[in-house]
């Protein structure tokens, strides 16, 4: 992974240049969940993974079951029915995570329109993460990498004040519908 350079310092007039080893064959993919709820904290719920046999023909990225076992492990940590906004990622519209979720009512999905990362709340943690623990780092090796993430997101867990900005930064506003008494 090419370090993102936030800040640095040269000389004047040289341009600074940031050495980075060769590219590494192994993949890490992380999916976050940004969970909101009127009248409590935000949350954010995340699961890193190594795919460490893509090179052999493997995934390179989450599959279905992990995000069936990430909605699965939301709902037990969150204790309550989950309504999804996702993006348009060709897994989250895959037949069998769609008949997972038709098939439990304490879950309900929505698809953001097409190419429209602005109003996904998690593009800013990923944007928050680039900036702060991974910012002018040149991570030594893959485990390094993925300690400096897992720092990253553990930091911004319990920072709500950061997760309800992510939510500000789209547009999008939290609502509830109340039952009117009968």
Known sequence: MTPPARRTWAKRGRTPVVRVRGRSQRRYSIAALTCYKPGERSR?????????????????SFAWIDYRDLLITAHLQLGGPIVLVWD?????????????????DWITAYHLPPYAPDLNPVEGIWSLLRRSSQANTAFTDPEHLIA?????????????DLINGCL??????????RLQPQ
């Open 44 to 60: 954010l719920i995340y699961r890193p993974r190594r795919h460490s046999d893509h090179k052999s023909g493997g995934r390179r």
């Open 148 to 160: 400096a993430l897992r720092h990253g997101l553990r930091r911004l867990q319990y920072r709500s």
């Open 168 to 177: 500000t930064g789209t547009g999008l506003t939290l609502t509830t519908t």
């Open 88 to 104: 348009n990622l060709n897994v989250h519209k895959d037949r069998r995570l769609r008949a997972f979720i038709d098939a439990h």
